[in-house]
């Protein structure tokens, strides 16, 4: 059957066909995402004046970015924040996932599915409940308060409770990530390696950990991103001391309406991430990683 | 197939392991029922002891805001969702089966909207609707702005569950004259089916309860996340909790439902090991 398959293969019709099926996805993309980003790149040269834009040509914003320590300070705290979430989830999402890939069975999807079902409840839900569990007149704090116990202070308003609460927000994505990538690993591999005498420790450095590498990194990207543009979660779990890049962000294009500067911030948010993600991408080595699934 | 390698003599890896997995859980789960149990409680700001009363459900379907905030939230995500799963399938069909010069390219394109946080294309397709196009808020730009990252994620779903897809079933229908609409609706459909349906529900879930996108392309139209952030200011409604206490009734049902079918083994929703 494969054989009369190929002889009826004709080249150009199938180039055509690719065209008319990833065709939509492509022109959907570029006009609903990387039009208007290269818009908010235009107004970020203009100028902002009590709420118009004004399109001459300057480096302002730009040049308020650069001097102004309050945005450095924001920009790092962002980062700092969003790379110690992503170590966090990176180590505590791997055993998860292995644990479903290997061990789930039949009810796989359905262990997967129910990371994702926190989901259904709002962002500011959620947080509003982390608050409920862990704040100052939280149920744990209050309960440490009755038995007469000191408080667990660490999460009040803290850094470490928008750490938390990242944390909270998007292991369900990094788990899912890395699951997606073991699911089409092909754990005969393990076995082979060792039959040929290698020790668990050493086939996980050498073949599962390198082989999964692409959607580990997926998982990375994926918590890094949002939890560097994070502008909800450090309002309402960070306190006072803990205003981030986002938060900053959101502001230039709510309250204060200095459009322009937030096109700026936006930009400078958009470039930190490209060089995250470029950084990322030296680490993948197309030859090695990817799916091993044997086909069916 | 992988999950069924040899049982091992020492069980202790796996246990460790399914216990890091139920404590992840239950972080996962305890605001959940926290909300649940406050749904129920007399007073939301301070539930202890515990004192219950429905008012908070009496108020919910008594306020008309909540439900055209759930209209609409619910008009998102199916529309997104759509969007993303149709363009998505098609994608990933294009990118899976036909070879082309171009793929590395139209997969980066694809995958795009990964990289790019919520805030940002909020913001940036605010800016361009509002500046350029002199749009103001609307649900369109809302289910577009929403199917960006939702067309993303449901091809990197897609993607992972079709790799192992064998085309020459098609291929076989196609030398027996089927045309490729009719051999994608009896041959692929039929068989990829579950990884679509768990695309849709991520899209869904993301375009459901997205605020910053939403927000930003919306204006003054309210949808549960922009009426729970509105209200965040004067403190939360007591509905909200109510409304998401029935949402989250709803998928412990269908997650139950799930658990039975998969037991009994009727359906199989895509898993093909013993």
């Known amino acids: ?296 | 197939m992988s999950s069924a390698g040899p049982v091992r003599a020492i069980p202790l890896g796996p246990v460790i392991l399914g216990a890091l997995l139920a404590i992840l859980y239950v972080f996962l789960y305890a605001p959940i029922l926290y909300v649940i149990y406050t749904s129920v409680s007399a007073d939301i700001v301070w539930p202890f002891p515990p004192a219950f009363s429905l008012q908070s459900y009496a108020d919910l379907f008594d306020s008309s805001l909540y439900g055209a905030a759930m209209g609409n939230s619910l008009i998102i995500g199916f529309g997104s969702a759509t969007l993303s799963t149709v363009l998505a399938t098609a994608a990933g069909i294009g990118l899976l089966r036909h070879r082309s010069r171009r793929r590395g390219l139209a997969l980066l394109v694809l995958l795009a909207p990964l990289f790019v946080a919520d805030l940002l294309i909020g913001i940036s397709t605010l800016a361009f609707n509002a500046r350029v196009l002199g749009l103001p808020g609307n649900m369109y730009s809302a289910i577009a702005g929403n199917a960006i990252q939702g067309t993303s994620f449901a091809l990197l779903i897609i993607l992972s569950q079709l790799v192992r897809y064998d085309w020459q079933m098609d291929e076989a229908a196609m030398v027996f004259g089927a045309g490729p609409v009719r051999c994608f609706l009896e041959i692929t459909l039929p068989t990829i089916w579950p990884c679509l349906l768990g695309a849709f529900l991520i899209a869904f879930i993301l375009g459901f309860n997205n605020l910053e996108i939403s927000f930003y392309n919306l204006g003054a139209i309210p949808t549960l996340p922009s009426v729970a952030w509105g209200s965040l200011r004067f403190g939360l409604g007591p509905e909200l909790f109510a409304l998401a206490a029935l949402t989250n009734g709803l998928v412990f049902t269908v997650f139950a439902v799930m658990y039975g079918l998969m037991r009994s083994g009727i359906v199989r929703f895509g898993y093909r090991g013993r």
Not at chain 1, 86 to 112: E, N, Q, T
Not at chain 1, 197 to 205: N, S
């Open chain 1, 1 to 296: 059957m494969a054989a009369i398959a190929q002889t009826l293969r004709v080249r150009p019709r199938r180039d055509f066909r690719f065209a008319w099926l990833v065709g939509p996805g492509v022109a959907f993309i570029v006009v609903a995402l990387l039009v208007p980003l290269l818009a908010i790149v235009v107004f970020s040269f203009w100028r902002t004046e009590s709420y118009e834009l004004y399109a001459d040509w300057n480096l302002g914003n730009y040049r308020t970015l650069l001097t102004e320590p309050a945005y450095h300070i924001f920009l790092a705290r962002s980062f700092i924040g969003a790379v110690a979430v992503s170590a966090i989830c990176l180590i505590y999402a791997w055993p998860v996932a292995y644990f479903i890939a290997r061990y789930g069975g039949r009810y796989r999807l359905l262990l997967v599915l129910m990371l994702a079902a926190p989901f259904f409840t709002g962002v500011i839900l959620r947080i509003t409940a982390l608050q409920g569990l862990f704040g100052p007149v939280g149920l744990i704090n209050m309960t440490l308060g009755e038995l007469g116990l000191p408080l667990l202070t660490a999460l009040m308003y803290t850094q470490l409770a928008a750490v938390v609460g990242h944390v909270y927000l998007f292991m369900p994505f990094m788990v899912t990530a890395v699951y997606l990538s073991l699911v089409n690993f092909d754990f005969e591999l393990l076995e082979v390696a060792k039959i040929n005498g290698a020790r668990p420790w050493r086939a996980f450095v050498e073949i599962t950990w390198p082989l999964n590498w692409i959607g580990t990194a997926i998982g990375l990207v994926l918590v890094f991103i949002p939890c560097l543009a994070s502008a909800v979660t450090p309002r309402f779990l960070g306190g006072p001391d803990a205003t981030s890049f986002g938060m900053s962000l959101a502001q230039q294009f709510g309250e204060t309406g200095t459009w322009a500067l937030g096109s700026a911030m936006g930009v400078v948010l958009f470039g930190v991430s490209c060089l995250a993600i470029l950084g990322m991408s030296y680490t993948i080595n197309l030859r090695r990683g990817g799916f091993t699934g044997t086909r069916a």
